[in-house]
């Protein structure tokens, strides 16, 4: 089985002030969808969300196919009464139909071997007004990089497709705009194109701190879990998702039964 842990965020690494608010704004983007709600978060890795939509939702469940990324989350939870984790893959839910209001994958997406069987899955898993939200990074961002072990990454326009086989409303967001209103701006993102297009950049988190420490100055220290006073909220925008869309850094979908 795979090690996700090399391309995993996990408490105590180091990242930039973007990775951090990136990560923050994903829980707060889901927060307006869980109150009083059964939420399922799969893959959840290190589980740094969970606190913060257990603030929220009615209860929340979690799970990860990777035991040693899941033990942090285990370890940090433990004893939350409306938090639950537990081992499973992302392509066969361990669970009945109807189980859960919202379901969350983030950030995994091109990590899945069959994403549509996922979707399928999540589809089940959801009652009757339930609602799917998906983050991912755009495949068509100009200073894209692809992960280690990924298997599949999606632009607007498939992510939309992907979803619109079993969802009847599917909504598409982009978040985080990209800039490049700098000389420095300019020179970071001309040297991360071309590492990408030698195939020298980093593969694994660790990797790629000595870059972030050279381009961005200080790194934080990644928490076991976030707040609301951790970083702004941005909300993310509606896009077209019939169209290529290289604007933004991190798509959403929101895909409701009904």
């Known amino acids: 089985m795979t090690d996700y842990f090399a391309v995993t965020e996990i408490p105590g690494s180091k990242i930039t002030a973007e990775q951090l608010e990136r990560l923050c704004n994903r829980y707060y983007f889901a927060s307006q969808f869980c109150p009083g709600k059964d939420v399922l978060e799969v893959a959840c890795g290190a589980g740094i969300g969970l606190g913060y939509l257990a603030k929220f939702a009615k209860r929340v469940v979690a799970g990860d196919i990777d035991k040693n990324i899941l033990r942090y989350a285990k370890g940090h939870y433990q004893g939350r009464e409306n938090i639950e984790l537990q081992l499973f893959d992302a392509h066969k839910l361990p669970f009945e139909n109807g189980s859960f209001d919202v379901v969350l994958l983030y950030e995994a ?119 609301e006073k951790m970083a702004e909220y941005s909300p993310p925008l509606p896009i077209s998702p019939t169209s290529p869309n290289p604007h933004y850094k991190v798509l959403y979908a929101v895909a409701r039964l009904h």
């Open 109 to 227: 997406i091109y990590y899945l071997a069959q994403p549509k069987k996922f979707v399928e899955e999540a589809y089940r898993v959801l009652r009757e007004d339930g609602t799917l939200i998906i983050c991912t990074v755009n495949k068509d961002w100009s200073d894209f990089n692809p992960s280690l072990f990924s298997t599949k990454y999606f632009s607007a326009s498939e992510l939309f497709s992907l979803l619109k086989r079993k969802f009847s409303n599917v909504e598409i967001y982009g978040a985080f705009p990209v800039t490049s209103n700098s000389i420095k701006e300019r020179i970071i993102s001309l040297i991360k194109r071309t590492a990408v297009a030698l195939h020298i950049m980093p593969k694994t988190m660790k990797g790629k701190e000595l870059l972030k420490r050279i381009f961005f100055g200080k790194l934080q220290i990644l928490p076991a879990e976030i707040d």
